[in-house]
């Protein structure tokens, strides 16, 4: 499977964005979906992942009531509608899948086989 985020921008504090990630050359329905961020200068990190089939969700503490995951499977595409932006969440935002174990939501990076590339978020104050 192949992913393509985008979506993102420059932003003010405040600010409400939605990434999107979509899939092609498989269903999208086979995988779990993460999205991930990486800051300047720090490591990657777990935002939000969502399971094969929606059922089960799951929020880094940081980003907990103000990003929503979602997907539409017919659309082959995965959401990540982030509101209330802050500086902090300045980052490359990455989406990536994973086909084993579709019905949980895994955090660990290593467990994502399949990664799209970065779309930048830039949140000013």
Request: with cysteine.
């Amino acid at each position: 499977v192949q992913l393509q985020a985008c979506g993102g921008g420059l932003v003010q504090t405040g600010d409400s964005l939605r990434l999107s990630c979509a899939a092609s050359g498989r269903a999208l329905s086979e995988y779990a979906v993460g999205w991930f961020r990486q800051a300047p200068g720090k490591e990657r990190e777990f935002v939000a992942g969502i399971s094969s089939l929606g059922g089960n969700t799951l929020y880094a503490d940081s980003v907990k009531g103000r990003f929503t995951i979602s997907r539409d499977n017919a659309k082959n595409t995965v959401y990540l509608q982030m509101n209330s932006l802050k500086p902090e969440d300045t980052a490359v935002y990455y989406c990536a899948a994973h086909s084993w174990q579709t019905i949980v939501v895994v955090t660990p990076t290593t467990n994502y086989d399949y990664w799209g590339q970065g779309t930048e978020v830039t949140v000013s104050s």
